[in-house]
């Protein structure tokens, strides 16, 4: 299996610009998670979401954040406008349901290191 | 959840056995410990988990305390690519919130030639 997959892995972009993180997580899978990583926050849950449905946002920062995930192979993070205060590494991860309540763990991808300048 | 808490950080020798500890206090009798680690440059990577017995898999082994209130992961034989980001957290493993994995600071552990 090839992992979770991010794109682009690295991202240089002008404030105000669009910006869209994709992710393809293993398949079978039917958890996505986005999460954010800064020095000063560390590692946030921005968004999860469950057989493609949104579960819990309220790690979304604002309204600039959005996060889709049209089928159970894809899932997009979009900024719109970007601005410098969210240069962050951005992961994905996914996991599966093993039985009844448990799950496995989540697999995290290898994240997306977002610079606006 | 219940808070962690651990040092920031720790050393240890190649071809040592590394112990990083964990403190849980306020852990609840659901919850489960589990512990994920962090190379850098790459994403959090699942170590192990348990819930009041000791466990072992391939990777490392976690003593957890007979009152749960803190527990030890512990890496056998550490090597070089080791040298990671530990973060121990408790969450429920099931019901509503069982999804959230909430990271604290971790213990950077350092394993030296």
């Known amino acids: 299996d090839a992992g979770v997959i991010q794109s682009p892995r690295h991202e240089v972009t002008e404030m105000g610009q669009e910006v869209t993180l994709r992710c393809k997580p293993i398949?079978?899978?039917?958890?996505l998670f986005w999460y954010r990583q800064t020095m000063m926050r560390g590692l946030e849950l921005l968004i999860y979401?469950?057989?493609?449905?949104?579960?819990?946002d309220s790690g979304m920062p604002e309204d600039r954040f959005s996060a889709k995930m049209p089928n159970a192979s894809f899932s997009t993070l979009k900024i719109q406008p970007s601005e410098p205060r969210d240069s962050a590494v951005y992961f994905c991860?996914?996991?599966?349901?093993?039985?009844?309540?448990?799950?496995?763990?989540?697999?995290f991808g290898p994240g997306t290191r977002l610079t606006v300048l | 959840d219940a808070k962690t808490t651990q040092p920031p950080s720790m050393d240890c020798a190649e071809g040592r056995a590394a112990n990083l500890p964990c403190n849980h206090s306020t852990i609840s009798g659901n919850e489960y410990v589990y512990w994920y680690r962090q190379i850098h440059s790459q994403g959090p990577q699942y170590i192990i988990h348990?819930?009041?017995n000791n466990e072992t898999n391939e990777m490392a082994s976690l003593i957890i305390t007979e009152d749960r209130k803190s527990s030890t992961l512990i890496l056998p034989h550490a090597t070089l690519r080791d040298t990671a980001v530990y973060y121990c957290?408790?969450?429920?493993?099931?019901?509503?919130?069982?999804?959230?994995?909430?990271f604290g600071k971790g213990t950077l552990l350092t394993v030296n030639p």
């Open positions: 348990g819930l009041k």
């Open positions: 957290i408790v969450r429920p493993n099931s019901g509503g919130s069982n999804y959230k994995l909430t």
């Open positions: 991860a996914s996991r599966t349901k093993v039985a009844g309540d448990d799950f496995h763990e989540q697999f």
């Open positions: 398949s079978g899978h039917n958890s």
């Open positions: 979401f469950n057989n493609n449905v949104p579960i819990d």
